[in-house]
């Protein structure tokens, strides 16, 4: 067991790489009442062309397939396992998202039982033809509850404009008519390629005694038996630079319009690390002028071109990358200009050492706070380690950020034919 100490967080991580590939990561906080712990595969919605393991022939899957098999883990032939972690006092949970699907409890007592039945659920699959039809009703009105709901489809609408091709344009849950098609089969073929060990992360935080609690998962994981180590073959399409749809509008029943303005973000050979700086870089950017106390913010909701519904957000991965800015707005044709127009501004904005200083000062503060959170540290460093980026290194990378960063970036994030613009109408009665 390796000892990885941070100095400047004044935290140490435990980790181990067991002989089955599993990477284990254990955060002792004894100061905690509450331990949460995290089992996630690197393998998302957008995992839809593979090589199966055992074969030389790619596969293409039908979408929402890795949502599915995250809601059929929880079903057992005899119980629902979510019942097994309310007998113990543990709440849990799990969710897919565009890259990863991760299973996840948080509990005050009864540890060492809630991380056995953690692991030993996920890595106990059970599917039958009658369980999986039953679940094709469940997800079918799970996924028309979702497209009833207006920020949803403005969400997905925004990036089905960025893209032509890529599977991030698909919704994680697929749709009613892609579930049909899923068969128990299919969720066999995707669980033994991409639950294998090797493809997993396990990160336990909270009041545990890490030497007695890596005992305990190398026990767990030594009396099961797995295939050798699986390379995974992942295919993605040739997705063009510039963006599919530059404009496109839908109606709803609303009151108010909803506008989004999309950024095709330019990810391909991008590093982890670099990935991680245009993340921060783009997240304090946007904050500094488009956050409630920004400039850009201020004047569009002086000119009434939008409300507190106002929000932004950038999403960066090895495959894909977007940034969206949006919200509710009574003139929706004025508030997609105006914030092209800003967007554009910003290739010529001069930055302060003065405001530089104080962006990153916010974005200090912000990850500080975070970092109070035994949640938010499983989930994003998980989530970090498949980009391969350490979390607990992204304070020093926010301190190593410049001016100079900051004016690089400006200059060549935005381009004409990377922005699209989305648009939700109010439904016309009659």
Not at 139 to 166: C, N, P, V
Not at 296 to 303: A, D, G, P, V
Request: proline share 3%.
């Amino acid at each position: 067991m390796e000892e990885l100490v941070y100095e400047q967080m004044k935290e140490k991580i435990y980790t181990e790489t067991l002989d089955n590939g599993l990477k284990v990561f254990l955060l002792s906080k004894p100061e905690m009442a509450k331990t949460y712990g995290i089992f996630a595969t690197n393998y998302g919605s957008i995992d839809q062309t593979f090589i199966p393991i055992g074969s030389n022939e790619t596969v293409t899957v039908p979408e929402g397939i890795a949502h599915f098999l995250e809601h059929k883990l929880f079903e057992k032939e005899d119980r629902d396992v979510f019942q097994d972690f309310t007998k113990q006092g543990a709440s849990a949970n799990a969710f897919t998202s565009f890259t990863k699907t991760a299973y996840l409890f948080s509990a005050t007592n009864q540890i060492e039982k809630n991380v056995t039945t953690l692991l030993d659920f996920v890595q106990d699959p059970y599917f039958s033809d009658q369980s999986v039809e039953k679940e094709k009703g469940i997800i079918a009105q799970e996924i028309r509850m979702y497209d009833d709901q207006a920020d949803w489809r403005s969400f997905f609408g925004t990036i089905q404009s960025l893209y032509h091709k890529h599977p991030v344009r698909v919704d994680i849950a697929g749709t009613v008519e892609s579930i049909q098609e899923i068969t128990k089969e299919d969720l066999y073929t995707c669980y033994e390629t991409f639950y294998h060990p090797s493809n997993m992360t396990l990160f336990i935080a909270g009041n545990i005694e890490p030497t007695e609690m890596m005992e305990l998962v190398r026990k767990n994981q030594g009396q099961k038996s797995f295939s050798p180590s699986p390379e995974i073959g992942r295919s993605y399409p040739e997705e063009p630079a510039e963006v599919a749809k530059k404009f496109n509008s839908i109606e709803m029943p609303v009151t108010t319009s909803k506008c989004m303005v999309g950024i095709k973000e330019k990810v391909s050979g991008l590093s982890g690390k670099e990935i991680l700086r245009a993340e921060l870089l783009s997240s304090m950017i946007l904050g500094h002028y488009f956050s409630k106390s920004g400039e850009f913010y201020e004047e569009l909701y002086n000119s009434d071109l939008i409300d507190d519904s106002f929000h932004f957000e950038t999403d960066l991965d090895k495959e894909f990358g977007f940034t969206i800015l949006g919200g509710d707005s009574r003139n929706p044709e004025k508030l997609a200009e105006r914030v092209k127009e800003m967007l554009h501004q910003l290739r010529e904005e001069k930055v302060s050492e003065e405001d530089f200083e104080r962006m990153k000062r916010k974005k200090i503060g912000q990850f500080l706070r975070a970092m109070n959170s035994m949640e938010f540290i499983a989930n994003q460093f998980t989530q970090y380690h498949l980009l391969g980026v350490d979390l607990f290194d992204v304070l020093p990378e926010i301190e190593s950020l410049t001016v100079k960063d900051a004016e690089e970036y400006l200059e060549n994030w935005i381009q004409e034919d990377h922005i699209a613009v989305f648009q939700i109408k109010p439904s016309k009665q009659g």
